[in-house]
């Protein structure tokens, strides 16, 4: 599209339901941890642990198994959020257990520690790190990595990142972290789209001494073959529960803000990230009720209750990914429709913004375009000061392959 549209999206979401196209994805993209000849046989003999997801695969494999079968020696696996096989729900408690397929003993990451005890890596030499992120500072495997590295970096055990491409890699935006307001969706002084990969971003939280104490992680990237930030990549495993397809995750930058909201952003119903509204939202015309998806969801918001609001798949699909920003305008339109906007947002809300500048902001009625504005001094002293730590080429101008 050549215009960019400044008013809210009431016809420009019907309108953009009638385009389709798909995004192609480079069958010549290896991760990390695909490229087997650069680390399986520095492993083998070595006492490792693996931090692992479903996305953690070589092909259709998973990579603990292609460890095992391999001979490496794994003493143990480390779950994230969702767990080891992902079938917790979003922000629910992992518990330690044993894999009933490879009989391997299970630590959460994501229950009652973030950060791995000292007993948890005893006897360790490396631990393996392979999981998909999205490109979001309060996506929480960027904090999984934050602890396991310093832990790691505390013990002198060395961290092996094989790394993965940033779907949303391509861009950078939104407010930098304050570092007051760090927690487990923000741990770093970076934008909320802050567009490297976690393999960069392990080598710039080494660089740039944010794990404290003055201590650095011994570190050693797999790279991506035949990827950089301007090459498209669809995943083909979805990195959670309701991250369940490509155009929820072009949108979740912006739609993750709502968790902070009085809103529902469709937990609970077949299109999450897909769709957003609530039963005291007049515009739009989409309409949905939340329900219990056991291992998806729990409890989602306005459960059971009739919700209006707007289906954004497509919208996601044919304008966002190319927008490069985040879509401050919908923000705009809730505040604008709700009773009391100041009762609209929740404290989780300045957790995921990385601070209070936002939701002030959206209070006095700043534009979506002068909201912007505000973060470009503090994006580009990000963008130089992580061309040190980047692995991939970047272009700002470029735009995303189809």
Same mark, same amino acid.
């Given at each position: 599209?050549?215009f960019?549209?400044k008013?809210?999206?009431?016809f420009i979401?019907t309108?953009?339901?009638t ?8 069958p010549?993209?290896?991760?990390g ?6 680390y399986?046989d520095y492993?083998k ?9 479903p996305?953690s695969?070589?092909g259709?494999t ?7 079968a ?12 969702h767990?080891?096989?992902?079938n917790?729900a979003?922000g629910?408690?992992v518990? %330690?257990?044993k ?10 990451l ?8 000292v ?14 992120d ?10 999984t990595?934050?602890?396991?590295m310093?832990r ?22 939104g407010?930098t972290l304050?570092?007051?307001?760090r927690?487990?969706v923000?741990q ?18 080494n ?9 650095t ?11 950089d930030?301007n ?15 490509? %155009?929820?995750i072009?949108?979740?930058?912006t739609?993750?803000?709502f968790?902070?909201i009085?809103?529902s ?9 897909e769709?957003?509204?609530a039963?005291?939202?007049?515009a739009?015309?989409?309409v949905?009720?939340?329900?219990h998806?056991?291992?998806k ?5 306005y459960?059971n209750?009739t919700?209006r ?9 044919n304008?966002l990914? %190319?927008?490069?920003?985040l879509y ?6 809730l505040?604008?429709?709700?009773a009391?906007?100041?009762k609209m947002?929740?404290p ?19 534009t979506?375009d ?33």
């Open positions: 599209m050549s960019k549209f008013v809210f999206p009431l979401l309108l953009f339901s385009i389709s196209h798909i995004q192609a994805q480079n010549e993209v290896m991760p941890a695909w490229r087997t000849e650069l399986f492993l003999g070595k006492k490792i642990a693996v931090v692992a997801n996305t695969t070589i259709s998973h990579l603990v198994d292609s460890m095992l391999s001979g490496i020696q794994i003493q143990k696996v480390f779950g994230p959020e767990g080891f096989r992902g917790a979003n629910e408690d518990h %330690d257990e894999d009933p397929k490879t009989g391997l003993p299970v630590i959460s994501y229950g009652p520690r973030r950060k791995p005890s007993q948890d890596l005893s006897g360790l030499q490396i631990v393996v790190f392979d999981l998909q999205v490109g979001v500072r309060f996506y929480t495997h960027l904090t990595l934050h602890f396991m310093q790691c970096a505390e013990l002198n055990i060395e961290v092996l990142v094989l790394d993965r491409p940033n779907p949303n890699g391509y861009y950078v935006d407010p304050d570092t007051n307001f927690s487990d923000g770093h002084p970076i934008p909320l789209v802050h567009g490297m990969t976690l393999g960069e971003l392990a080598g710039m939280i660089g740039k001494g944010w794990l404290g104490a003055g201590k992680c011994n570190l050693r990237i797999i790279k991506i073959k035949n990827w930030h090459t498209a990549y669809v995943l083909p495993i979805a990195p959670s529960p309701n991250l369940a397809s490509q %155009d929820a072009i949108a979740y930058p739609m993750g803000l968790e902070g009085d809103i952003v469709g937990r609970g119903t077949p299109h999450p990230f769709c957003f509204g039963p005291w939202l007049k739009g015309s989409y949905f009720v939340p329900k998806i056991p291992g969801t729990i409890n989602p918001p459960l209750d919700c609001g707007f289906f954004i798949k497509d919208f996601a699909h304008y990914q %190319d927008y490069r920003k401050i305008e919908w923000l705009e339109l505040v604008n429709q709700h009391d906007p100041a947002f929740n989780f809300f300045d957790k995921l913004s990385g601070g209070t500048q936002l939701r002030q902001q959206l209070l006095i009625g700043m979506a002068a909201i912007r504005n505000s973060w470009q001094p503090e994006l580009e002293k990000f963008i130089q000061q992580r061309q040190g730590y980047m692995l991939y080429a970047w272009d700002r101008n470029a735009g995303i392959l189809r």
